[in-house]
């Protein structure tokens, strides 16, 4: 048991430094050059894959063993806020490794293992860079992402002894180090490729809209839109995190962020706080299915499946809309349960006002989706869209980015990409030895096997997969490891390919809420002051729709846009009316508050709705119509609950994004 206390730590994520001294204007120069050169590149550079890679892959690492430390009660945490001598070890040689690999970068991709077997140099830089991949990993997303990659090094390894479809031909330590490191099977796969291109750039042009100050716009808006409602305080943190997610891509990061203001307001207004928390992180993870920008991972699947961009936005439109509104309506129905206070006029903006102040911020966000429907690279797209930040900037004296705002916003982007990228290169070691044992050609017999080919068994196979594979691993990770794997089985069984990815895309997500390791409401939880299972457990129930919607689209192409402009809106006022019925049946509340039998039906209601096809949309309607016109002859029942004084907000309560 001593034993296993000691070793607890190391299972967990590195102690995030806040530096100080000179170790702090050393990260902020190798942040900020890694802005440049990435804005150099895709503006102006013309480098080869392997060293555009290379760069920045070494420029991470680096970053990396500068701000992570050792896990918290660990003995090797004593520096604190101080980068250890061995961290600038790890960060020399990794610095060593980008060059190594930059200068060899033609001949590596040019080679043939065969006919040119790794040399010495080669074998020692190729573990250097898979160790610091992994320990990089491992500090900044926990062991999780470790123990899978262990998995496939030791499948790729070992696996020859297996027996049937398992079993693949044996691999010397030499080969498999050459899949890992020197091919674009493994290290310098499609992960890493995204990771550094427009995933980084998108992540930029985030940190330039948060220090514009849009995120104190957008939630100023999301005040003025749903602010006057009962129980309007979860309802802006709805709005206000769905449209900060959406930029952020990161639902732990939106929660921090917007759910600092939001979840204390809602406690006060009178929401339990296990309930507010819940709130904010259902809303955060949502952010990356919202339509346009979703969070980066419409590129992702835009980069993965060579589908245009414009075409996975339009898809991902309906059931973005049904996710919201089912929070809304959750959220307004708990809001009438409780009868809670609206908030006093004065302290809710008018609309007129907000937007005369900051009507421009949408201006980025037009550019943006305007220049990616017209075909432009994702990655000069997002560097268009960071001209124009800076450029609206300059409409209010008081948001002016000058040279001091525009290097922090650099800094910022640099330090968020870290957790993604080193996400990446993990992921693109798995599918090294996926790829090199000839596993991903077998994974799609494998899955149709256990489910025996049948589609809803398969869907929810690969929902298991997907969750599993998002256990504390950022989006990007989990997309493309699991569209690598799930996807083709999907396809197999007739599914599109745009049906099959954003089914994948949607249970990455929405693995930030699923217990027992729901990593976004554990964030909420720790705002809340409140138990983060029941913070968990509560954030599941939230956001149920986004856990059916993905089984709607599949069965009913028409939500995703795909059909007859008479089957798009029949489909999609079903499915709205499932989705408002299935909410008042998980709260309890409709007209007035429902009885046990009532709320079962309503839930059963809410179901048939969603479900796809005429005969289930009736029954749900019709069931809808009877628990409306039992609630109606029972007549409208005064509320039970004390009523309470509107809410004031304090002068202090506004929101601080930047």
């Not at 809808?624 to 509107?646: C, D, M, W």
Request: glycine letters at 10%; hydrophobic letters at 55%.
């Amino acid at each position: 048991m001593g034993i296993m206390n000691r070793l607890a730590p190391w299972f967990k994520e590195g102690n995030r430094r806040e530096l100080s001294g000179i170790h702090l204007p050393l990260f902020t120069i190798v942040a900020f050059a890694l802005s440049v050169y990435q804005i150099w590149s895709v503006v102006w550079g013309k480098l080869d894959p392997i060293n555009q890679m290379a760069i920045h892959l070494s420029f991470i690492l680096v970053l990396t063993f500068l701000l992570y430390g050792y896990p918290k009660k660990t003995k090797k945490n004593r520096s604190g806020n101080f980068p250890t001598s061995i961290d600038y070890s790890f960060a020399f040689l990794a610095l060593a490794a980008g060059i190594y690999f930059t200068i060899h970068a033609e001949r590596i991709a040019e080679r043939i293992p065969i006919m040119n077997p790794l040399g010495n140099l080669d074998i020692f830089f190729g573990l250097i860079i898979v160790l610091l991949s992994m320990e990089a990993a491992r500090r900044t997303i926990g062991f999780p992402i470790i123990g899978i990659v262990l998995i496939g090094i030791s499948y790729a390894l070992w696996g020859h002894h297996l027996t049937g479809l398992w079993s693949h031909r044996k691999m010397s330590p030499i080969e498999f180090l050459d899949e890992l490191a020197f091919s674009f099977n493994g290290l310098w796969g499609s992960p890493i490729s995204v990771a550094a291109s427009f995933v980084f750039m998108f992540m930029l042009f985030g940190s330039f809209l948060q220090k514009a100050g849009a995120g104190e716009f957008f939630f100023k808006l999301s005040t003025a839109i749903a602010g006057r409602s009962k129980g309007g305080a979860a309802k802006v943190a709805v709005l206000a995190s769905a449209f900060f997610g959406s930029i952020s891509g990161s639902p732990t990061a939106n929660v921090v962020t917007t759910g600092s203001f939001t979840i204390p307001v809602s406690k006060r207004t009178g929401y339990k706080p296990s309930f507010a928390a819940a709130v904010e992180a259902a809303a955060s993870t949502g952010g990356s299915i919202l339509p346009p920008i979703m969070g980066s991972s419409a590129f992702l699947m835009a980069a993965v499946t060579q589908m245009p961009y414009g075409s996975i936005v339009i898809a991902a439109i309906i059931p973005g809309i049904l996710y919201y509104v089912s929070l809304i309506t959750l959220v307004h129905f708990e809001a009438l349960r409780l009868d809670l206070p609206r908030a006093t006029k004065e302290n809710i903006p008018r609309m007129t006002q907000v937007l005369k102040e900051g009507w421009y911020y949408f201006i980025p966000l037009i550019v943006l989706v305007f220049l990616l429907v017209h075909g432009y690279s994702a990655s000069r797209t997002a560097f268009y869209g960071i001209l124009s930040i800076v450029i609206v900037s300059w409409f209010r004296k008081s948001k002016r980015m000058g040279l001091k705002e525009i290097v922090s916003a650099m800094v910022l982007g640099a330090k968020s990409s870290i957790a993604v990228t080193t996400a990446c290169a993990a992921a693109g070691l798995v599918i090294a030895g996926i790829m090199s044992t000839g596993l991903g050609g077998k994974l799609t017999s494998i899955v149709l096997g256990l489910t025996e080919g049948m589609l809803l068994p398969t869907l929810l196979l690969i929902m298991l997969i997907c969750i599993i594979f998002g256990i504390g691993m950022p989006v990007a990770a989990a997309y493309i490891l699991t569209a690598m794997l799930a996807a083709p089985a999907l396809i197999e069984l007739g599914v599109s390919n745009m049906a099959a990815h954003l089914f994948i895309v949607y249970f990455s997500i929405f693995s930030a809420i699923t217990p027992p390791v729901a990593v976004a409401a554990f964030a909420a939880a720790g705002i809340a002051g409140s138990n983060p299972n029941r913070v968990g457990l509560e954030a599941f129930r939230l956001g149920s729709v986004g856990f059916i919607v993905p089984f709607m689209f599949v069965l009913e192409p028409s939500l995703l846009m795909n059909g007859s402009l008479v089957q798009v809106i029949i489909s999609f006022i079903t499915a709205l009316i499932g989705v408002v019925t299935l909410a008042a049946g998980l709260i309890g509340w409709l007209l007035i508050r429902t009885v046990l039998l009532e709320r079962i039906v309503l839930i059963a209601a809410g179901f048939m709705g969603m479900y796809p096809g005429l005969l289930s949309d009736g029954v749900g309607i019709a069931l809808l119509i009877l628990v409306l016109f039992t609630q109606q002859r029972r007549g409208i029942e005064p509320f039970k609950s004390i009523r309470k004084q509107p809410v004031r907000l304090d002068e202090g309560d506004s929101m601080r994004i930047s």
